[in-house]
């Protein structure tokens, strides 16, 4: 019996590399011969919805609407805390040894999201009917 050197081991992975990108390169340079290239003025205008683009692409957003996708975040972030939170809140007291430890820490937590959200209305940025320059 003939032993061959290790490194033939690795042959079916290399053939496999080698004809990936064998056929990734043919593809590609097929597909540059093959397809028509004109650039017309529909073809390079961008696109989005179906909509004509008007105006400038580089204009400014107001404040609000960042505030507002940041309060969806500290929201979101919510609702992925409290769920788990609920699920395991009667095995609460076997995990942390205190009967009313996760209650507590749900009450401290709930309080700074309703000071969040008392300070976020207190400044208007959920009243979308006012026209605010400044926030």
Partial sequence: MQTHPYIWNYLP???QIVVA???????????????????????LEAYECGIP????????????FYMVAMLFILFDVEAVFMIPWA???????????SRLFGFWEMV???AFVVIGV????????LDWAADKADL
């Fill in 53 to 64: 683009a008007e105006g400038d692409a580089r204009g400014r957003f107001s404040v609000r």
């Fill in 118 to 125: 008392f300070y976020v209305w207190k400044k208007g940025i």
């Fill in 13 to 15: 992975l290399l053939l």
């Fill in 21 to 43: 990108v064998g056929l990734t390169v043919g593809m590609i340079t097929m597909s540059w011969f093959i397809g028509r290239h004109r650039n017309l003025k529909d073809k």
């Fill in 87 to 97: 699920v395991i809140y009667r095995q609460l007291p076997h995990i942390t040894g």
């Fill in 108 to 110: 401290v937590y709930l």
